[in-house]
């Protein structure tokens, strides 16, 4: 296991963030301990990766179950030996049941600090390591369109008041660094340059979607992400595309996450994604890897990614992920994918014949 530095922070993670967003639904209690004492023991992970709504899909009965079993396990380590991120849910006027007021999630300062105290109890814990907004509290175009829709803009949670929200907890010491998710590289730039200007703590990293069929961080976001400019780590999730890379989609699992999230399947059947898939299967067989394998040790080798978030709904697929961080990710492994990629650069969104 490899470790790097997160970002601009003081945090040295292990190459591998585990991702824990089936826990509570998928995974029962016992299975998830039984994933994280694998990670963290046999292992060497260091970093983990909650958020205050989580398992998925997000639901009133199952909401802060994760939490629960992360802070039952928390209470037997040091605490110290646990690098810590969670999330805050950005606006969402259907997330009634987060808040006291009854009123939907919104990135208020009061909101924040609510949901802080929140996560620290069920987590059993004092402080939070890396505290992210999961998602913006205003209009972006996430979770499929990829246009920004000028009439959809709303009034949203001004910058300044979220930035005042962060740098409050991080004083208070209830967290010590905070992060960004699903933004853009207009909201990075914004927080960016708001908290230099204002002399506080700015964002160390930003958590989105990036895998071998999700590239859109290369085109605005790596350049200002990059450590000469504002040095913000990316963090990305869903390396595996919701396990379409494993080549092992099975349509009739009712379990898969495919299934699971409204809208996943739909995306997936009617894109390029599926011929993709099948390509960049062809070329983990010519170097002897499986898809996961090549998939994994892609996001790994970016310069731009010091861990990757993995998750995993059996003990199989854990440890197929963990050990697929050992391979070695050459210069023709690149040049092959590059070919793919460069015939169809965006294939979550690319429409198939026929397919709109």
């Keep these: ?104 999630t919104r990135v208020t300062k009061k909101q924040v600090v609510e949901s802080v105290e929140k996560s620290l109890k069920r987590l059993q814990t004092d402080y939070i390591d890396l505290l992210q907004i999961h998602w913006p509290d205003r209009y972006v ?20 008041e979220q930035l005042e929200a962060m740098n409050e907890l991080i004083q208070q010491g ?39 069929l999700t590239r859109e961080f290369e085109a605005g976001l790596a350049e200002v992400c990059s450590p000469s400019h504002t040095n913000t780590a990316l963090i990305p999730y869903s390396p595996l595309s919701a396990g379409v890379l494993t080549g092992k989609y099975d349509g009739d699992n009712s379990n898969c996450r495919l299934n699971l999230l409204k809208g996943y399947r739909a995306r997936y059947e009617s894109s390029s994604a599926p011929s993709a898939v099948q390509q960049y299967c062809k070329i983990a067989a010519k170097y002897g890897l499986t898809p996961t394998q090549l998939a994994l040790s892609f996001v790994a080798s970016r310069p731009f990614v010091p861990s990757t978030l993995i998750g995993s709904t059996s003990q199989e697929q854990l440890l197929e992920n963990l050990n697929s961080f050992q391979y070695e990710f050459t210069k023709e492994m690149l040049e092959d994918i590059e070919r793919v990629h460069m015939a169809c650069p965006d294939p979550w969104r690319t429409p198939q014949p026929g397919g709109g």
């Design 1 to 104: 296991m490899r470790y790097n530095k997160l970002g601009d922070s003081d945090l040295i993670v292990s190459e591998v963030c585990l991702g824990t967003m089936t826990w509570g639904k998928q995974n029962t209690e016992e299975e998830a301990i039984q994933q994280l004492n694998t990670a963290f023991d046999d292992f060497g992970v260091n970093f983990i990766d909650t958020a205050e709504g989580y398992p998925i899909p997000l639901q009133p009965e199952t909401s802060g179950a994760t939490d629960i079993i992360i802070g039952k396990w928390m209470k037997q380590r040091p605490r110290d030996q646990v690098i810590l991120a969670t999330k805050v849910c950005g606006k969402s006027s259907r997330l009634k049941w987060f808040r006291d007021d009854g009123q939907g």
């Design 141 to 160: 175009p996430l979770f499929g369109p990829n246009k920004y829709d000028i009439t959809l803009e709303t009034p949203a949670v001004p910058f300044e």
């Design 174 to 212: 209830k967290i010590r660094h905070w992060g960004l998710s699903n933004e853009t590289p207009f909201g990075v730039m914004a927080f960016v340059s708001l908290a230099l200007e204002q002399g506080m703590a700015k964002p160390v990293s930003v958590q989105n979607s990036y895998s071998l």
